[in-house]
């Protein structure tokens, strides 16, 4: 589905946006780019300073927008200050322009993190609360940041929605690939910290893309026919691990008996070939979001999409050190090296001495507290919402997107 808008993607220069930018111009869309450095020329491009509103005013009038999609947002590690200038000051001029233009849409890049305390993330959709303390500033501005998006939905007719990705991975990133390259380079894959019982969630880049595309595209076109599709069970998610063989009456494995029945051949011939696939009604309870208990006594109705959030991961959380080694692997390390295990509790004193040291020598720390918990927590996130309100499936899996990544990277960095 694609409307006919004329798309404005603010961070079009950045990694995922470049990748939103290479996805509306596939599908023939009109689009420019917001953004304070010009890496490609193949859109208009305008360079301004979001959390000026004059500039971003300006920049709308000009490229005639009437989507915006904001995804600009320094990367971690930096001054808090810079994160509250950009994120929530910059998205306050964002909003502002907007609705002084009279654009009608606006697609926010929020991040999974807002939710995330330092504990376990299990299976969580989208009513979990931001915790009372922001793990980092970082994610503290985004949560704001996110506030202001969905308070400024329906004012003087603009249409917002945010959408929280998890683990963002793939061609363009210097974040993930460089802190893991680093670690392959000084010859440390052989470490691990904790037990890797631990699932993870991680969300190939242009996944990420076709979700804001797909946010878009439903904030004037919503689905009409959830209260149906929502009693129906959605398909398993399997792009990396195959298809998934579940025993039904069917077609299912015969099992110890006696004598077999007189339909025994074409059972197991069906559980084999997983030609038994059910599309069953689907059970819900008064925990699920989308239970006529819950949406009986919620004041926000999940079937929207304007003024609602949307977790976007890859729907196939991983053991988080073995994410780490695939890609260590397709970089040529060998899957047989015997592995050092750090118990938590150790890696977090470690930590600390590493802090302090850094602190001692005036130089920014590569081994802290921060890693070793986000490295030991479980954290994957529940997608159905994206699946039945946007119509969101994930189209690269997290094994075929690790070697995309690792094919870029050597491409990028390793020529001869």
């Known amino acids: 589905m694609s409307s006919r808008d004329n798309y404005l993607v603010i961070g079009g220069s950045g990694f995922l946006g470049r990748h939103i930018v290479e996805a ?41 927008a009437t989507c915006i999609i904001h995804t600009a947002s320094p990367p971690h590690g930096l001054d ?8 929530v000051e910059g998205t306050k001029a964002v909003i502002a322009a907007a609705v002084a233009h009279g654009v009608p849409k606006l697609v926010f890049t929020s991040s999974a993190g807002v939710i995330f305390s330092g504990n376990d993330i299990i299976d969580v959709d989208e009513r979990v609360e931001f915790p009372e303390k922001a793990l980092d500033a970082y994610n503290e501005s985004k949560a704001k940041a996110e506030e202001l998006i969905l308070a400024a939905n329906g004012k003087d007719g603009l249409k917002t929605v945010a959408l929280r990705p998890a683990g963002i991975f793939g061609p363009g990133d210097r974040q993930v690939m460089h802190g893991l390259m680093q670690v392959f380079k000084n010859k440390q894959t052989h470490f691990q910290i904790g037990d890797n019982n631990n699932l993870f969630d991680w969300t190939y880049v242009t996944n990420v893309a076709d979700a804001h595309l797909l946010a878009a595209d439903r904030l004037s076109a919503p689905r009409t026919d959830l209260e149906d599709a929502r009693h129906h069970q959605l398909p398993p998610i399997n792009l990396s691990t195959g298809q998934r063989i579940v025993p039904t009456s069917k077609g299912r494995p015969m099992g110890p008996a006696v004598e077999p029945t007189s339909n025994a051949t074409d059972l197991e011939k069906a559980f084999r070939e997983g030609t038994h696939y059910e599309d069953r009604p689907c059970v819900r309870t008064r925990f699920d979001q989308l239970s006529d208990t819950v949406i009986a006594k919620t004041e926000s109705n999940p079937f929207r999409v304007d003024g609602e959030v949307f977790f976007i991961t890859n729907g196939e959380p991983v053991y988080f050190w073995d ?42 720390p590569t081994f802290t507290r921060f890693r070793v918990a986000f490295s030991c927590v479980n954290r994957w996130h529940n997608i159905e919402k994206a699946r039945l309100v946007l119509g969101f499936e994930p189209k690269v899996g997290v094994v075929d997107g690790i070697g995309r990544m690792v094919e870029w990277y050597k491409s990028e960095h390793m020529k001869e």
């Open 80 to 87: 808090p200050a810079i994160y509250w200038k950009v994120n």
């Open 323 to 364: 994410f780490m080694r695939a890609v260590w692997h397709e970089m040529g390390d060998p899957l047989d090296r015997r592995i050092t295990k750090i118990p938590k509790s150790l890696g977090s004193v470690l930590a600390s001495l590493a802090e302090t040291w850094s602190w001692l020598i005036g130089k920014e």
């Open 24 to 64: 509306l111009v596939k599908r023939g869309d009109v689009v420019s780019v917001l953004d304070i450095v010009q890496r490609y020329h193949d859109v208009p491009f305008y360079m301004a300073d979001i959390s000026v509103q004059e500039q971003v005013e300006d920049v709308l009038a000009k490229s005639g």
